[in-house]
């Protein structure tokens, strides 16, 4: 394996909660190479967003290991903080901090972890923010904003930290329809510009097109994994073949 | 005064008995002040600590958790007048204030002990607001916070704190309206606020009822225009977040 191209490998997460009663990750092993484009597809309550929330410990494994970078991130010694800054997170609710402005929010984490001086941080907002044709809400507040610029700002104030890896759980789900399309068109450009995105979403039509890789959980495991044509167009999993009889 | 005739045929006992007021007026206006400023001044000093209480109780540590779910379980399920009574004999009892008078009225040799009591008691229910109010902050605004690499410290000073401050302050200010009103109780113990006020002028005058009938209505008409106020601030706030 191409290891040094490798930037994320999980081996064999276990995620039980109400000790043991619920498995919501039952032995998940994969890995994510640099500027590679994964999406994870599967039903409600497969595992999938839990998986993801694995990747930067907001969900803490029972067992298992998550190497990022060649650390191992559930080892209780490593400082988590220092790695979530390198992998930038986007939300299904989009979760900006309703009493700062678009601009604050962006700035908040560089500033105030010393990665930037506030100038730099506002130019680099700025910037941002003029790729997304949004600089003119720099100073407004979220509580002002459409679903859709609201997830795109999200992704943007992830992007401000430079990340190494985007993780994006569900970022359309929350979206009226009409406002899908801007927020997966960023993320198009994002994986255009060789960005390693991790995707959890219902938009197939978006994983068959963006992904280099699809996977598909049910249960709590990873049941297929293969490039988007192969996985879309001659599923092997019986269990697969079903939820895409549903889906597409 | 004209109105002082009014009162001349009533009984001592009477529930209109005020024939105190021009002699006695001034007694009730020091008590308001005072009342006021414990009330106040007990509620600010509270904050600090009832923060401290509330994040100790959202803490994960058992020991922790448990000091602060103790120290909110024994001021809230003990009367006031009990705590204020053991702060005031026991604490103060050990440590001797010197008998300085600030601002013309307040003895701080009482005044301190009687603050610190209030503050401590408040503490109490102040640190179960700060608690209900940070609860509310949706946990995906912690989640954010974390995920951009910020430690658990700054995610509650930087983005839950803020949160949480702007949604409790309604129920901060309600709680200075209990203040006046159960610092009445401070009275006991010589506090020359607006209830002993009302003793005094009763004791003196040997008109029994009068005197508090006076401190009911002063009470009441702090009180109850103070929480008209804040519900209307409270409804606008609502709206404001509604937008």
């Known amino acids: 394996m191409a290891t040094n191209n490798e930037l994320i490998r999980v081996v064999d997460v276990v995620k039980e909660y109400n000790k043991g009663e619920v498995k919501a990750l039952n032995g998940c092993s994969l890995t994510v190479n640099r500027g590679e484009v994964v999406a994870i597809v599967g039903s409600s309550g497969s595992g999938k967003s839990t998986m993801l929330r694995c990747l930067n410990m907001l969900e803490v494994p029972t067992s298992g290991h998550i190497y990022f970078d060649g650390v191992d991130l559930a080892d209780k010694n490593v400082d988590i903080n220092l790695h979530r800054r390198k992998m930038g997170m986007v939300f299904q609710h989009f979760n900006l901090f309703p009493h700062k402005t678009v601009m604050q929010n962006i700035m908040l984490a560089p500033v105030h972890l010393k990665l930037k001086t506030k100038a730099e941080a506002r130019a680099k907002g700025e910037e941002l923010l003029k790729r997304i044709g949004l600089l003119e809400k720099a100073n407004e507040y979220p509580n002002m904003l459409s679903g859709g610029q609201k997830q795109r700002i999200a992704i943007v104030r992830a992007l401000a930290m430079e990340p190494e890896v985007m993780l994006f759980d569900e970022p359309t789900s929350a979206l009226d329809p009409e406002m899908v399309n801007e927020v997966l068109d960023l993320m198009r450009d994002l994986a255009k510009a060789g960005m390693t995105m991790v995707v959890v979403t219902h938009e197939m039509g978006f994983a068959r097109e963006v992904a280099d890789r699809v996977i598909f959980m049910d249960g709590g495991q990873i049941l297929e994994s293969n490039t988007p044509e192969k996985l879309f167009d001659h599923p092997q999993n019986p269990r697969l073949k079903d939820f895409l009889s549903k889906v597409l | ?243």
């Open chain 2, 1 to 243: 005064m004209w109105w002082s005739n009014l009162f001349k045929n009533l009984s001592p006992a009477s529930f209109f008995n005020f024939s105190f007021l021009p002699k006695y007026g001034s007694y009730f206006w020091k008590g308001i002040a005072y009342t006021l400023l414990l009330a106040v001044v007990s509620v600010l000093l509270a904050i600090i600590p009832a923060l401290l209480l509330a994040m100790m109780r959202l803490s994960k540590n058992k020991v922790v958790k448990g000091l602060s779910g103790a120290y909110i379980a024994v001021f809230r399920s003990t009367p006031l007048l009990v705590q204020l009574s053991i702060i005031y004999f026991g604490l103060f009892g050990a440590v001797s204030i010197p008998r300085i008078t600030v601002l013309g009225f307040v003895d701080i040799s009482r005044f301190i002990p009687g603050v610190v009591a209030l503050a401590l008691n408040s503490s109490a229910y102040v640190a179960e607001i700060f608690r209900g109010g940070i609860l509310a902050v949706d946990i995906g605004q912690t989640e954010a916070s974390r995920s951009l690499g910020l430690n658990a410290w700054s995610t509650m000073r930087l983005v839950v704190l803020p949160q949480a401050i702007k949604n409790v302050l309604p129920a901060l200010a309600n709680e200075i309206i209990t203040m006046v009103k159960e610092s009445s109780i401070c009275s006991m113990l010589g506090m020359v606020e607006l209830m002993f006020a009302a003793k005094t002028v009763a004791s003196t005058t040997y008109i029994s009822l009068g005197p508090y009938v006076v401190a009911a209505v002063i009470y009441f008409c702090i009180n109850y225009p103070a929480s008209k106020g804040i519900e209307a601030i409270e409804r606008r706030m609502r709206r404001g977040d509604k937008q």
